[in-house]
């Protein structure tokens, strides 16, 4: 138990600013959310349809940066500090080759957009809000250039800083664009959009200047010279990054997907499935949290060349997440209806909420086990696999399972119910799958390097 103890204050070091940053990540979305919610039910529909579009694809070029955070952390637990900044300045172009192509993919799909089968209304509002949103992408991609760095070395205090402070901002921003305070036309969701970019903007240069001015990141010698593109770090960050990037895309298309299935429900249930999937994915941050610290405190220890602490602490990843699983699932459903009633006054969209909330609760539980062990899998840089699974997983159960129960069922169409049951089937199957992987390839590192008396 003292054990236990020990190796989990290193991922509460590690993860309790990340649990701060990813809580802000998700003010933000909740502040859309719910400001558009209280604009209109069909605000709140353009919204989802805009995220549902578009989420995967951003996730997909964030996945990328992500792979920053293993490689930083090995290193960084190496003492190879110098090439820290190496590998940095060297990943900077492929930085920002991402952050141009995905401003340029939002405005890309905010043009093709019209065409979807959809209330006309309710597409005019994606189409505004993905191209106010279309810079913020850019700064954003660049903001978690530097966010991964920073986390990969232990620091992601400066990281929460600037996040929290940017959620704090994007509230005020938020309301006097969408409702039209301060002499600005009212513009719903679309307000929203100018928000988002006006704040990835401030905190790409907030963190910009933290790195270049702080004491803790200087001993890596980001600016000691100029770096040009290197074939060698490209292709160590699209091994690592592209899978990771993959995954997530996979994982995110099954929630925009089913967002896009259940579309056709109706605008209520449109508006009662975004809330739900709004709350459950800010408990979540707890297990999110700790996945995420497991890849640098992993990452640290492999570094190290501690391969049985680095195993010790890939279980003991799984075990927090999973804890804090069952936290969130009593707080579900024992608030179900306090939480869900911040999110909306119609009595309509509030009863699908509070009864989706009941899966959403259920869903923490396999969520929770696969968070401990990809995060843990990600120190390790095993990435490919994991994807393989999520494939299969996401795109051959849960996503096919949903749409027949939604609209077939066994006996009868369970509607949006039917969805919600197919992803959580989905999640059962990845959990197990990655799971296994861990104990594999944990398990291998430490059989690969016996007797040469590095573990």
Known sequence: MDKFITESRHFFKIGLPILGSQLSYMIMHTTDTIVSGRYGAEELAGLVIAGAFTFPIYMLFQGIMFAITPIVAQLYGAKKYNQIGKKMREIFWIA?????????????????????????????????????????????????????????MTLTSPVFMVVFIGSLI??????????????????????????????????????????????????????????????????????LGLPIGI??????????????????????????????LNIASIVFMLPLAIGLSAATRIGNLIGEKRFLDARYASFVSVILCLLGAFLNMTVLLSLKGTLTSLYTTDILV????????????????????????????????????????????YWVFAIPLGYFLTYHGVREPLGADGMWIGMILGLVIFSIFI?????????????????????
């Open 350 to 393: 509030f009863n699908a909420a509070v009864h989706l909330v009941l899966f959403a609760a259920i869903f923490q539980i396999p969520d929770g086990i696969q968070m401990g062990s990809l995060g843990a899998l990600r120190g390790y840089k095993d990435t490919f696999v994991p994807m393989i699974y999520l494939i299969i997983s």
């Open 96 to 152: 920002i080759i991402l952050a141009s192509l995905i401003f340029l993919i939002f405005l890309f799909i905010s043009e093709v957009l019209i065409f979807f089968p959809m209330k006309e209304s309710i597409l005019e509002i994606s189409i505004s809000y993905l191209k106010a949103a279309s810079i913020g992408m850019f700064f954003y991609t660049m903001f978690r250039f530097l966010s991964s760095y920073s986390e990969g």
């Open 435 to 455: 799971f296994m992987r861990l104990k594999l390839i944990s398990s291998k590192l430490i059989e690969d390097n016996e007797g040469n008396g590095t573990i």
């Open 170 to 239: 994007n509230i005020p921003l938020d309301i006097i664009f969408a409702f039209g305070y301060m002499g600005l036309p009212e513009m719903g969701s679309v307000g929203c959009g100018y928000a988002t970019s006006i704040v990835s903007f401030l905190m790409f240069l907030s963190l910009g200047f933290i790195v270049l001015n702080f004491n803790q990141y200087k001993k890596t010698n980001l600016l000691k010279k100029f770096n040009g593109p290197s074939k060698e770090t490209s292709s160590e960050l699209l091994k």
């Open 247 to 276: 995954g997530i895309f996979v994982e995110m298309s099954m929630f925009a997907g089913a967002a896009i299935v259940i579309g056709q429900l109706g605008e209520v249930v449109i508006a009662g499935h975004a809330i739900a």
